[in-house]
């Protein structure tokens, strides 16, 4: 069956680290990923979209990565600051649709 | 500037009744999506649409049913709420480019209670 998995559980750092979340994929072949951010009682914001043909993208301090081999995708946030506080998910591209993983819930100390 | 809306924020109603959560885009999109969301869960597909009269049930079995009259507004309706209907409800749109689909854009979330 097809599946989608996150870090399960929370990410704790400190000001200024970087953050690295995970996602793996199983029985999906995507043409494309995304990575939103969600705020507690909010929609999901778009981050980052990147395609099958490209090993990486990064935008201000946002860096993200796709193995389609390993079927995995990293999703980094460099010098981290407590407003990057959040669930984070990432989103595959399936049947010219989104599957949303379950997010992994970041939390930056100061 | 994207703007995607939904009302109501908050809804708390009983058992059996009829509800219907409001979206509306102003991007002029195509494409509009309906999802439900349980806390710390992931988003799960319930209905989407390619344009105005076009409508197609998601990955989710939902008892619910949606319209697409006009290309800004997508509402969703319960004929008969229960409490296994408690959710978040949050509702979508997107530019329609084929297989390389652009970023969706998501409206606030209506927050749903059945007692």
């Known amino acids: 069956s097809q599946k989608i998995e996150q870090n399960s559980e929370a990410l704790n750092i400190q000001e200024g680290k970087t953050a690295t979340l995970t996602c793996n994929y199983t029985?999906?072949?995507?043409?494309?990923l995304q990575w939103y951010r969600q705020d507690p009682g909010r929609g999901p914001v778009f981050l980052l979209l990147i395609r099958e043909n490209e090993k990486e993208k990064r935008k201000e301090r946002l860096k993200v990565t796709f193995d389609t081999t390993l079927k995995q995708s990293l999703f980094h946030i460099t010098a981290s600051q407590p407003a990057d506080s959040a669930t984070y998910l990432c989103a595959l591209e399936n049947d010219y649709k989104l599957s949303f993983g379950a997010g992994t819930t970041v939390t930056v100390r100061a | 500037e994207a703007d995607i809306y939904q009302t109501p924020r908050y809804l708390v109603i009983g058992t059996g009744k009829k509800i219907t959560l409001e979206c509306s885009q102003t991007?002029?999109?195509?494409?509009m999506y309906w999802y439900q969301q349980d806390p710390g869960m992931e988003l799960h597909l319930i209905h989407y649409?390619?344009?105005?009269?076009?409508?197609e049930k998601g990955d989710l079995s939902s008892e619910s049913t949606v319209s697409r009259i006009r290309t800004e507004h997508f509402p969703l309706t319960l004929e008969s709420a229960r409490p296994s209907h408690t959710s978040q409800y949050l509702c979508?749109?997107?530019?329609?480019?084929?297989?390389?689909?652009?970023?969706?854009?998501f409206g606030p979330g209506t927050r749903l209670t059945v007692l």
């Open positions: 991007m002029g999109h195509d494409k």
């Open positions: 649409s390619y344009g105005v009269n076009s409508t």
């Open positions: 029985n999906y072949s995507p043409a494309y």
């Open positions: 979508a749109s997107s530019e329609f480019t084929g297989r390389t689909q652009g970023e969706q854009f």
